[in-house]
């Protein structure tokens, strides 16, 4: 696969991922990438990322447990809803055990959509791209403010069948939708397009386990990076507000360090390390 394109760019000309990289800002997907030890990012996003660890020392923790709530909710449902279907907003820069390969490990039939709006993953799309004979994967170059671009894609409308179950999946992305952009709307459009049977599985920052000047704090050292604004923390009955209409599987709204993880090394952080909800829910 030859390194991928993007036609957004104003004069409808061709143009490469890295000519849209900007790297003296921080973007989240490369910040995140640097808490997780990877090699995909710039001094913007290291100084970001340290700033916000100083601010919050277990900043790592909380990125590590939710990439490992992500891969326990794709196995569930995979495994236990008998989801074939995946549209992952908000990827980020791939890493080990992505939804793909979580899920086609369960069912190599699994079809999975991933979005995101970071030219560095859609540089590296290829590693989101594989996929089991099977099944099937696709990448979109989209931000999940726009709901419309991304349900009316051609790649989504040929990997998956709307007629059919889908597993949205917004991880740790939802805090970077300001009030203002009205997430809740913006979940609500991606939730009627998907057909009853569908889920929602999501994770949250939050404020309700930190001190008010360590919340402050992460909020400042966001806002001159990219999205603008921040991050945006909210509390558990914000986040529950994301599945109004949905029916929550146990066990709930929890510590994305606490969901299903039976199986996982014991003692498990706490919340105040953590400092992110997570749930699932399924459209009756």
């Avoid at 979109?140 to 709901?147: Q, S, T, Y």
Wanted: charge should be negative; hydrophobic fraction near 40%.
């Amino acid at each position: 696969m030859e390194d991928p394109v993007t036609t957004d760019a104003p004069t409808g000309a061709a143009q490469h991922p890295s000519d849209r990289i900007d790297t003296s800002v921080a973007h989240p997907a490369r910040r995140y990438n640097y808490w997780l030890g990877g090699k995909d990012n710039f001094q913007a996003d290291r100084d970001s990322g340290d700033a916000m660890a100083a601010a919050f020392p277990t900043i790592r923790t909380a990125a590590l447990e939710n990439r490992r709530f992500l891969q326990r909710a794709v196995a569930h449902l995979a495994r236990e809803a008998g989801i074939r279907q995946f549209l992952d907003i908000g990827t980020g820069i791939p890493t080990a055990n992505n939804t793909h390969e979580v899920a086609q490990s369960v069912a190599p039939q699994s079809r999975v959509v991933y979005v995101d709006n970071d030219p560095i993953v859609l540089a590296h799309a290829r590693a989101l791209l594989t996929s089991s004979p099977e099944g099937a994967t696709a990448y979109i170059d989209a931000d999940l403010r726009e709901p419309e671009k991304i349900l009316h894609h051609p790649e989504l409308r040929r990997t998956l069948d709307l007629g059919q179950p889908v597993a949205l999946m917004l991880v740790a992305i939802l805090h970077f939708v300001g009030e203002a952009e009205d997430p809740y709307a913006v979940v609500r459009r991606l939730l009627a397009e998907l057909p009853p049977g569908s889920y929602l599985a999501a994770s949250h920052a939050t404020y309700d386990h930190l001190p008010p000047d360590v919340a402050e704090a992460a909020r400042e050292t966001t806002r001159a990076g990219n999205p603008p604004g921040g991050i945006n923390l909210r509390s558990r009955d914000d986040f529950a507000r994301f599945f109004d209409g949905l029916e929550v599987v146990e066990p709930g709204f929890v510590s994305v360090a606490r969901w299903r993880a039976e199986a996982e090394p014991q003692p498990r952080p706490t919340v105040d390390e953590v400092s992110m909800y997570c749930a699932l829910g399924r459209k009756p």
